[in-house]
């Protein structure tokens, strides 16, 4: 099995000054990193034809570049810009102070831009969306998670670190529950959640990875509380009152009878008292008048 421990810096696509950019989000080590899981996410699978694209909706299309890249000089920046075309409109696409796009696109072929439109006079913009050519999925043509992030740490640098992470880790991760929860509640096997809560191809491949995620912690947290119990009742001792002691002299001076509820719970009360192991109990009363009151015990 894989070595889980191994530092963070020995991953694919992390340099020294990602290391700290990771250091400074938790992830220090592999486990830390596919752990790191996603905010939330973003459906770039589904394009649509530019003569459908709505003003301010976060959409695909998939275009032919009809021109070369225009640059235009502004105050104190530059804009990039190019027109795209499909069989239903053309748009144009702007990007600021991103030069290095000028030889990104070649005239003539199709490439996928997922960004939000503006649409103006019948016109249709898209301002400096991620793009892939037509046979890549890096940035578009899936559902892509977003990261809680730092600082010069962008997402599309941790997705690809991810995807790293995940290509060198899936098939080697040791299960964490036995065969029979899993079969009982259909769970998703460790290596496939893992992979799913990150790259889902569908949302439901999303849901039943977190499903299988969230119900391994829960019950880590149920079995954790369990054995904090068990070990302080079986080795911490608490105060051992006498039976000398009767808790009957004190109720026979009330000026009322209590209930049924009241007299079980105090009898257990008294054995607790008369026992060495330490007692935690929540006793809760609604309070109403006097011996109409009901008392329910609630032992932790």
């Known amino acids: 099995m894989i070595d889980l421990n191994k530092d963070v810096k020995y991953i694919k696509g992390v340099g020294p000054a990602r290391v700290l950019l ?22 770039r699978s589904k394009p649509k034809f530019i003569c459908e694209c709505e003003d301010g909706e976060e959409v695909l299309i998939e275009a032919i570049i009809c021109n070369n890249m225009t640059n235009v000089r502004l105050k104190g920046k530059t804009m990039q810009r190019v027109i795209v075309r499909d069989e239903t ?12 796009l000028k030889g990104k696109f070649k005239v003539g072929e199709k490439y996928k831009f997922f960004g939000r439109v503006t649409k103006k006079g019948g016109k249709i913009m898209f301002n400096s969306p991620v793009f892939d050519v037509e046979e890549k999925t890096q940035n ?36 964490t529950l ?9 769970l998703e096997n460790i290596n496939d959640a893992t992979k799913h ?11 039943i990875a977190r499903n299988r995620l969230v119900f391994e912690e829960l019950l880590s947290v149920q079995l954790a509380l369990l054995e904090l119990k068990n070990s302080y009742m079986n080795e911490e001792k608490g105060i051992r009152f006498s039976k000398e002691t009767k808790m009957s002299d004190v109720i026979n001076t009330l000026p009322f009878n209590l209930t049924k509820a009241q007299l079980r719970v105090l009898e257990e009360i008294d054995q607790n008292m008369e026992s060495e192991k330490s007692m935690n109990r929540l006793l809760q009363g609604d309070v109403g008048s006097r011996k109409n009151c009901c008392c329910n015990v609630c032992c932790i």
Not at 89 to 96: C, E, K, L, P
């Open 22 to 43: 990771l250091n400074k989000l938790g992830i220090f080590t592999l486990k830390d990193l596919i752990t790191y899981y996603p905010r939330t996410y973003e459906d």
């Open 197 to 207: 809560i990150h790259f889902p191809d569908e949302f439901k491949d999303f849901n």
């Open 140 to 175: 578009t043509g899936r559902i892509i998670p977003i990261y809680p992030l730092t600082y010069n740490l962008s997402q599309n640098n941790i997705r690809k670190i991810m995807e790293a992470a995940i290509k060198e880790t899936y098939g080697n991760l040791e299960e």
């Open 89 to 100: 409109g053309s748009a144009t696409i702007t990007w600021f102070n991103q030069t290095y």
């Open 178 to 186: 036995p065969k029979y929860l899993l079969d009982e509640y259909k």
